[in-house]
């Protein structure tokens, strides 16, 4: 393949600092469950599609909510709490980021007929009255020819250029415009093109947990403390516990120190959990569990694509499952706009790993 590797004015790749953290974005968790579900839903079998589709909600291009847009929201309003620093914005970032777009953005997006490419997309039920970010952005790939099923997770502060608005975090464009704009963001800015969405509400989560009777955790002196603070009324203790849907969302949000790889650390823990508790359930229960737990499938399918995409993943049902993260681990640093933490990605590495792993034989 041919590799990105120039930069325009010589400028050097942006590495991450070494010894510093990785950045996840909050949804990683609910990005595993949810996307973990979706996709077992759609590799497992056909026979519920009626029942699926009755949660289906199909928005057609310019139907509201997604026109028009939240022009309202700014960085500050989409961006979470630990995410805010009253620094000063990094020296040169604009000219610096907008130099190195300009070397990616002239190649035309790519598009592989043989891959199907549908972005899922894990967040609170759209209000136009009130700040809307995702929990989760991951592209979910169906790669018949490899017969492969490749998931890619994107971080939602990462830094992006939203088309008609200038940089932002790549969370933002949700926000502002809902999945059209976020899709086009990606297209923009990475280089692939994005036909189809499925937006999952952040809820479900809570409700599959709550719904398998909650998991099994083991809770460290420090979680006990924090959880009888803040839940007096519950029977909470150190060791293992049994935790239902609500203090599991806490928990896989919850940061008790600045290192954000800690955060990431619960959330391994709580997954691994809630995959346990799981494991044992076939393959129409699992279906039945998606179901019963989401409220609300949004997407820009009609119901006849739905369904080709259910046989899409019922054709992937053995297919191996491949994941990576972007920006990649040492391909990107934090720098800060509007006072906001952002990562900023090595762009150039970032379009070819896309690439790479989305297209690869």
Known sequence: MNRLNTRPNGEKRALKAPGQPRVPGNGVLALIIISGLLVGMLLSTVIYIDDLLEKVHQVNPGDAPWNPVNLSLDLQSVAPYEDKTGQDDTPGLIDAMSREAAGVKPAEPVVDPKARQVLLIVAEEWDEESVNRPDAIVLLTFHHTAKEVRLTSFMRNMAVEIPGMGWSMLAHAYGRGGPPLLCRTIEDNLRITLDDYL???????????????????????????????????????????????????????????????????????????????????????????????????????????????????????????????????????????????????????????????????
């Open 199 to 361: 937006l999952v509400d952040m809820a479900a989560f809570k409700r599959v947990v709550d719904r398998i009777g909650g998991i099994d955790l083991e809770l460290s002196d420090e979680e006990e403390l924090y959880l009888r603070k803040n839940y007096p009324y519950r029977s909470i203790q150190t060791g293992v516990n049994e935790i239902d849907g609500e203090l599991a969302v806490t928990l896989s949000r919850l940061r008790l120190t600045a290192d954000e790889s800690e955060r990431l650390d619960r959330q391994r823990k709580v997954t691994k959990a809630l995959l346990e508790a799981i494991a044992p359930l076939s393959g129409q229960q699992r279906i039945r569990l998606l179901i019963g737990s989401s409220s609300k499938i949004t997407t820009n399918l009609d119901k006849s694509e739905i369904f080709d995409l259910v046989m899409d993943g019922y054709k992937a049902r053995n297919y191996a499952v491949r994941q990576l993260a972007l920006p990649d681990e040492g391909y990107f640093r934090p720098v800060v706009l509007d006072q906001v933490v952002l990562t900023r990605p090595d762009l150039v590495q970032t379009v070819e790993a896309l690439h790479e792993f989305v297209f690869a034989p």
